[in-house]
């Protein structure tokens, strides 16, 4: 399954879900709270202990009323003196709690939760500001707008702030000289006070004609930005639709500026966002028209985090609501509204459920068949009887998850296990968990099942090739895996020492073919495999593969009977051994098979050993069979093989030719045939 229909499949699950009243469904709220009466509000935000403050315009001065959470006044903060702009948005700073506020100048300025001090910082219209390089989310190109876009001549709305590692980032909207381009403006402030400036996004559909106030701004804890600019809607003309981008898009490349929820017209005056990254929109007079909801004016939304899906819609019960700004209190538990036609700030209850706001694998990387947790992070504590969390894993023959996990009432998080399976090649896994309508993902790299090679080096005593029940381990002999296949250990692979019973093991081996050799030790002769051949392991996933390597010290005479198919008198590649031929040793040099003469038969691959042999000559030979002549040594002759008694071997070969029409003949000798030398390897 792709990774893109397992997403989509999940979310219509969850949406399904939504509608069936399975998990928090989305009906709009109406019962909108008189909070405080504040003259001509445009701006609202919480301090840390829960107070809130609301921009007023008051006869003779402006600045920020501060209320209690029940509405009591707490007192004044004046910002200006007769005539001033005061403040027109405000926000919570949150490393600190304090307020910062925006007038339409664009003067920016930090008040002190506790004290009330009032701290100017700068202002926009007398700071550098780059121009040069705007996305244009109309058009999805970077343009400089013509140079119609001057923040030292431009008119400013909304702020949010958002404080990372020791740096404070400002993102501000505003409205072109000539009251054309809305645009998002970013200001970068350094621990050190140093600070840069530019203009983010802009949108070319915007026209002279359309209503154009400044628009809203939120950023939440992801570093996704949100707002809405104009897009050109075709029938309905110029509206405004919600953006939504990185906030780091013009140094990656990644998250750009896009508009989100088809269909819809949204205006926007204020903005915040939630710690789940969901944002909450003040429609203002102009309002949302909202896919197969209806229009509303001065309505409140709740979108998910990618801007994609309306959450909640809090609605106002008049004509014409011009709501300006929104914010949330710390619990998360009231959304505030400043609302400037009714000169009055007003809250909604927000039921806040839990939600799905972390979700990680640890170890992202495992070998198949073993196990990686998932852990799910919870904005609060899950209600009575726990909150389910819908998994799914996007490839099933790799890795399979629990279809829920629970987190337990009273928690924040849980635990579930990711189980994989055992492959042959490394597979990337996406994990999904959806919650509501929050749906998040995590990769996990599956690789293949490692497997082992293990055996045994033993003392062959018989040297017959076979590990019999007195032949023992023979420790500390040097084992390895000749990755070059040239038959000696080389530097970089790898080896092993056999353990005081002669065992030997390679773990972690990722499946295929490995060459198993051993270092041979003076005085001793490899017996199985044959001397001068090796194992070749083959390594499954997951598999044990198992050989072990036998050598001796007894005299040994072995060898092959083989098909001399071009009757040159020489082993050849192609030649094949010829099984079931009777091969003894002719003590008595007759050219005859007796009683009481030693004799074997000849293995499949036309091997033949005789082990235990006392000092002495041996005169090898083979019993010929109807059909074939002998080839090595030529016909009438024979291996002459002498032991000296001191743990030596030789190897000999047999080679027969088919023949038609044989003739039959006496069998003709000679004496002093050479004696062939030991096979080294």
């Known amino acids: 399954m792709k990774h893109g229909k397992t997403r989509s499949w999940l979310r219509w699950i969850l949406t399904y879900a939504v509608w069936a009243g399975m998990i928090g469904a989305t009906a709009p709220v109406r019962a909108q709270v008189p909070f405080a009466s504040v003259n001509h509000t445009t701006g609202v935000a919480t301090d840390n202990n829960g107070n809130v403050w609301a921009s007023v315009d008051r006869t003779f001065d402006a600045g920020l009323a501060v209320f209690d959470p029940n509405g009591a006044s707490l007192g004044y903060v004046q910002l200006g003196g007769f005539d001033s702009i005061g403040a027109k948005h405000c926000a919570r700073i949150p490393t600190n709690g304090n307020i910062i506020v925006l007038d339409q100048l664009g003067q920016v300025s930090v008040v002190n939760a506790s004290t009330g001090a009032v701290i100017p910082l700068f202002n926009l219209t007398l700071i550098n500001v780059d121009v040069s390089h705007i996305y244009d989310v109309a058009t999805g190109f970077y343009s400089a707008f013509q140079g119609n876009i001057l923040p030292a001549y431009s008119t400013f709305g909304d702020i949010a702030i958002r404080q990372q590692n020791g740096a404070t980032d400002l993102f501000v909207t505003g409205l072109s000289q000539a009251q054309v381009f809305p645009f998002v403006m970013q200001v970068h402030i350094n621990s050190d006070g140093t600070f840069w400036a530019r203009v983010l996004v802009s949108s070319s559909a915007s026209t002279a004609s359309l209503s154009n106030p400044p628009r809203g701004i939120a950023v939440n804890a992801q570093g996704t930005v949100a707002t809405t600019l104009p897009i050109n809607a075709?029938?309905?003309?110029?509206?405004?639709?919600?953006?939504?981008?990185?906030?780091?898009?013009?140094?990656?490349?990644?998250?750009?500026?896009?508009?989100?929820?088809?269909?819809?017209?949204?205006?926007?005056?204020?903005?915040?966002?939630?710690?789940?990254?969901?944002?909450?929109?003040?429609?203002?007079?102009?309002?949302?028209?909202?896919?197969?909801?209806?229009?509303?004016?001065?309505?409140?939304?709740?979108?998910?985090?990618?801007?994609?899906?309306?959450?909640?819609?809090?609605?106002?019960?008049?004509?014409?609501?011009?709501?300006?700004?929104?914010?949330?209190?710390?619990?998360?538990?009231?959304?505030?509204?400043?609302?400037?036609?009714?000169?009055?700030?007003?809250?909604?209850?927000?039921?806040?459920?839990?939600?799905?706001?972390g979700f990680s694998l640890l170890p992202t990387t495992v070998a198949g068949g073993e196990t990686s947790t998932g852990t799910l992070t919870l904005s609060k504590a899950a209600p009575a009887g726990g909150m389910g969390i819908a998994l799914l894993s996007g490839d099933t023959d790799v890795a399979t998850v629990p279809l829920v996990a629970i987190v337990p009432a009273g928690e924040t998080f849980t635990t579930f296990p990711v189980t994989t399976k055992t492959i042959s090649s490394q597979k990337d896994v996406t994990i999904f968990a959806g919650a509501g309508s929050t749906i998040l993902s995590a990769k996990l790299t599956v690789k293949p099942t490692p497997g082992s090679i293990t055996g045994q080096v033993?003392?062959?005593?018989?040297?017959?090739?076979?590990?019999?029940?007195?032949?023992?381990?023979?420790?500390?002999?040097?084992?390895?895996?000749?990755?070059?296949?040239?038959?000696?250990?080389?530097?970089?692979?790898?080896?092993?020492?056999?353990?005081?019973?002669?065992?030997?093991?390679?773990?972690?081996?990722?499946?295929?073919?490995?060459?198993?050799?051993?270092?041979?030790?003076?005085?001793?002769?490899?017996?199985?495999?044959?001397?001068?051949?090796?194992?070749?392991?083959?390594?499954?996933?997951?598999?044990?593969?198992?050989?072990?390597?036998?050598?001796?010290?007894?005299?040994?005479?072995?060898?092959?009977?083989?098909?001399?198919?071009?009757?040159?008198?020489?082993?050849?590649?192609?030649?094949?051994?010829?099984?079931?031929?009777?091969?003894?040793?002719?003590?008595?040099?007759?050219?005859?098979?007796?009683?009481?003469?030693?004799?074997?038969?000849?293995?499949?691959?036309?091997?033949?050993?005789?082990?235990?042999?006392?000092?002495?000559?041996?005169?090898?030979?083979?019993?010929?069979?109807?059909?074939?002549?002998?080839?090595?040594?030529?016909?009438?002759?024979?291996?002459?093989?002498?032991?000296?008694?001191?743990?030596q071997w030789y190897s000999a070969s047999i080679g027969f030719k088919e023949f038609v029409n044989p003739r039959s003949g006496s069998r003709s000798r000679r004496t002093g045939l050479p004696t062939p030398r030991p096979k080294q390897r």
């Open 458 to 647: 033993f003392n062959d005593k018989n040297g017959n090739g076979s590990k019999d029940a007195g032949d023992t381990g023979l420790s500390g002999w040097t084992v390895y895996l000749d990755t070059d296949n040239d038959g000696n250990l080389d530097s970089g692979e790898t080896s092993t020492t056999t353990d005081s019973n002669g065992q030997f093991t390679f773990n972690g081996l990722a499946p295929g073919s490995y060459h198993l050799e051993v270092v041979p030790q003076n005085g001793w002769l490899q017996t199985l495999p044959d001397n001068g051949y090796h194992w070749i392991m083959t390594v499954n996933s997951g598999q044990q593969s198992s050989e072990d390597v036998g050598f001796t010290q007894t005299d040994l005479l072995m060898g092959q009977v083989f098909h001399d198919k071009n009757g040159n008198g020489s082993k050849e590649a192609d030649e094949p051994g010829l099984a079931g031929w009777t091969v003894y040793l002719d003590t008595d040099n007759d050219g005859l098979l007796e009683a009481g003469e030693v004799s074997t038969t000849t293995d499949a691959n036309g091997k033949f050993r005789f082990t235990g042999l006392s000092p002495g000559a041996y005169h090898l030979e083979a019993v010929p069979q109807f059909g074939w002549l002998q080839t090595l040594p030529q016909a009438g002759y024979h291996w002459v093989v002498t032991f000296g008694g001191s743990g």
């Open 234 to 357: 075709g029938i309905l003309g110029t509206v405004d639709r919600v953006v939504t981008f990185s906030m780091s898009f013009p140094e990656t490349g990644q998250g750009l500026p896009a508009y989100r929820y088809p269909g819809s017209y949204v205006a926007s005056q204020g903005m915040t966002a939630d710690s789940s990254g969901n944002f909450y929109i003040a429609t203002g007079e102009l309002g949302a028209s909202l896919p197969g909801l209806g229009s509303y004016s001065g309505c409140v939304l709740e979108l998910s985090p990618d801007g994609d899906t309306l959450l909640n819609l809090f609605l106002f019960g008049g004509v014409l609501v011009n709501s300006m700004d929104v914010a949330l209190s710390p619990a998360e538990d009231r959304l505030y509204v400043a609302v400037f036609s009714d000169s009055a700030v007003y809250y909604f209850p927000v039921l806040n459920p839990p939600r799905l706001t």
